[in-house]
């Protein structure tokens, strides 16, 4: 396994990196099996260090979790824990879908772009409607089924993922609802 450890902004030391090569690998042989490569950024706010963590897995999925204190060391097992509880939880799935999945996650590419809001300039109307593109950037869309894209959301913490469905073929979006549950928008199946 790859594992890519470094700091913004600061140097880390190969005391911090042994050990955290070493809590990692403790982690993924009890839960995920075989992951691929992991990447651990150590970075610092005001008053904090932080630790952020993302690790591809054989399935395809990618779990993610940050951590943060006062000190380095605490930061990162903040992170180690969250990733522990994450991966726990979804031990079982994650072998579930290996066992039925016999290629790994088909990605394609899709263009990802970042709109800048109009600025307040005290005008009453700005000059174009259309919003400012601010960055442009490429995206992997994976091929999925839905409760592999809940999962994958789940792992990865984020609010919501864009994903090919595996049975329709169409683009579907699961998202984290207010409420708390989850949403599926599926355009393939509206009425």
């Given at each position: 396994?790859?594992?890519?450890?470094?700091?913004?902004?600061?140097?880390?030391?190969?005391?911090?990196?042994?050990?955290?090569?070493?809590?990692?690998?403790e982690t993924?042989?009890?839960?995920?099996?075989?992951?691929?490569?992991?990447?651990?950024?150590?970075?610092?706010?005001?008053?904090?260090?932080?630790?952020?963590?993302?690790?591809?897995?054989?399935?395809?999925?990618?779990?993610?979790?940050?951590?943060?204190?006062?000190?380095?060391?605490?930061?990162?097992?903040?992170?180690?824990?969250?990733?522990?509880?994450?991966?726990?939880?979804?031990?079982?799935?994650?072998?579930?879908?290996?066992?039925?999945?016999?290629?790994?996650?088909?990605?394609?590419?899709?263009?990802?772009?970042?709109?800048?809001?109009?600025?307040?300039?005290?005008?009453?109307?700005?000059?174009?409607?259309?919003?400012?593109?601010?960055?442009?950037?490429?995206?992997q869309?994976?091929?999925?089924?839905?409760?592999?894209a809940?999962?994958?959301?789940?792992?990865?913490?984020?609010?919501?993922?864009?994903?090919?469905?595996?049975?329709?073929g169409?683009?579907?979006?699961?998202?984290?609802?207010?409420?708390?549950?989850?949403?599926?928008?599926?355009?393939?199946h509206?009425?």
């Amino acid at each position: 396994m790859r594992y890519q450890i470094s700091g913004k902004g600061m140097d880390v030391g190969d005391a911090l990196q042994t050990h955290v090569k070493s809590e990692l690998s403790e982690t993924f042989e009890k839960y995920a099996g075989r992951p691929t490569d992991a990447t651990v950024v150590f970075s610092r706010t005001a008053y904090e260090y932080v630790c952020e963590a993302t690790v591809h897995l054989s399935t395809g999925l990618t779990a993610a979790a940050g951590g943060r204190a006062a000190e380095i060391y605490p930061a990162f097992e903040a992170c180690r824990e969250k990733m522990d509880k994450q991966l726990r939880r979804y031990k079982r799935r994650l072998k579930d879908h290996h066992r039925d999945r016999v290629e790994p996650v088909e990605f394609a590419g899709a263009p990802s772009y970042i709109l800048a809001g109009i600025e307040d300039t005290g005008e009453s109307e700005p000059d174009s409607l259309q919003p400012i593109i601010i960055a442009e950037m490429e995206m992997q869309v994976p091929t999925l089924s839905v409760g592999e894209a809940v999962m994958q959301m789940e792992l990865s913490d984020s609010p919501l993922l864009v994903f090919r469905n595996e049975k329709s073929g169409g683009v579907n979006v699961v998202h984290r609802r207010d409420d708390g549950n989850i949403g599926w928008i599926d355009p393939a199946h509206s009425r």
